[in-house]
């Protein structure tokens, strides 16, 4: 069996920063490529970022690109992170992370919530004024 569980979230001001961390454990014997999505109240869960098994690959929504950062633990196995910058209200909302046996080599298959294999519970980012 696979775990997957999303931690970092919190309240913090507009402008500010929040690093989110993702941890794949269980039963798993390969790296995993790792996704993140958002959803917001009212909204369709949202491609954010993901990353490919090897850390090689690095894709991110416009809405994101530089401000938020994606990256793997070379030292602790299928362990991820997104460090978000700069963060504005819109970026309100529940953080998954999604765990794919493979991967992709493109936004595209990151990108499709759909294929993702194993997911988190979520934490929730609140942006304030």
């Known amino acids: 069996q696979v775990e997957v ?14 690093r989110l961390s993702c941890v794949v ?3 798993v014997i390969e790296d995993y490529a790792m996704g993140w999505f958002r959803q917001a109240p009212g909204k369709d869960r949202e491609f954010v970022a ?24 070379n030292n602790v196995k299928n362990t991820a992170y ?6 504005k209200i819109d970026d309100t909302g ?5 765990a794919h046996r493979v991967g992709w080599g493109s936004e595209v298959g990151f ?19």
């Open 5 to 18: 569980v999303e931690s970092g979230g919190g309240l913090v001001q507009a402008g500010g920063s929040l």
């Open 25 to 27: 454990s269980g039963h």
């Open 50 to 73: 993901g990353i490919s098994w090897s850390g090689s690959g690095k894709f991110y929504a416009d809405s994101v690109k530089g401000r938020f950062t994606v990256s793997r633990d």
């Open 82 to 87: 997104l460090q978000m910058n700069s963060l």
């Open 94 to 98: 529940v953080y998954f992370c999604g």
């Open 111 to 129: 990108s499709r919530a759909d294929l993702y294999h194993h997911w988190g519970r979520g934490t929730q980012v609140t942006v304030s004024s």
